[in-house]
């Protein structure tokens, strides 16, 4: 039996969610339904300032979604809720840990080429050619591709894509050497794959517009981000390092 975790971070998604739900529960529920395979859907609300939570526990409570799992823990941020999430779906016995964002930007079609290779591959991570959210988060996406360069020597077109198939064992060594608390895990996550030389393969996905909801990134944000980002990545060079001693 192969057990798949479909796991997504949220945060005052009150406009975003029941769409999502309404997305990626069909992926779940189509994978139970295969020979050999068993699928859940996770979904974490991390402290939201709405009523996120409620229309989760509302649509489970509704009935027709045995495989959702609505989630909340106290507000930590996104890449702690990310780890919160990874952690959760290893501890129930997922074999494959699919990422994406609760927000409405990626494409649930996407995700079965990803599946077709689950085998093939340790990870397989989405890539945003053509981000449609703004010149802010291009910036940022640029700004870590030149960090993770400088901190692990690897090239990576797109390291934070929400938008990832991982293979457990896999996912488990790097969560080893990543601090509980890391802000931006899937960041690292793709360095040190491509830096252990793991079977890694990158696919070009749709990335559309939010779909409701306010972005959160301004400029000042992305300094912060950048410069927490050096210190966050020198501790988890050391943990590497005490690691392969």
Known sequence: MEKFYF???AYNEAENIQQTIRQWYP???????????EAVLAIADDGSKDNTYQIMSQAKEEGGLEHFEPVTKPNGGHGQTVLFLYRHALA???????????????NPDEFWQ???HRHDYDFQIGYRKGRQDGAGRVFVTKTLRLIVWLMFHVWVTDANTPFRLMQREK?????????QDYFLCNVAITAIAVKWNYRIKFYEITFKPRQGGVNSINMKRIFKIGWKALGDFRRINRNIKKKNS
């Open 7 to 9: 796991v997504m971070p």
């Open 27 to 37: 992926v779940v529920e189509k994978i139970n339904q295969m020979e050999a395979c």
């Open 92 to 106: 129930h016995g997922a074999d494959y840990v699919f990422q994406t964002d609760s927000d409405g930007q990626t």
């Open 171 to 179: 996912l488990q060594a790097i969560m080893d050497v990543i601090p």
């Open 114 to 116: 990803m599946f077709e």
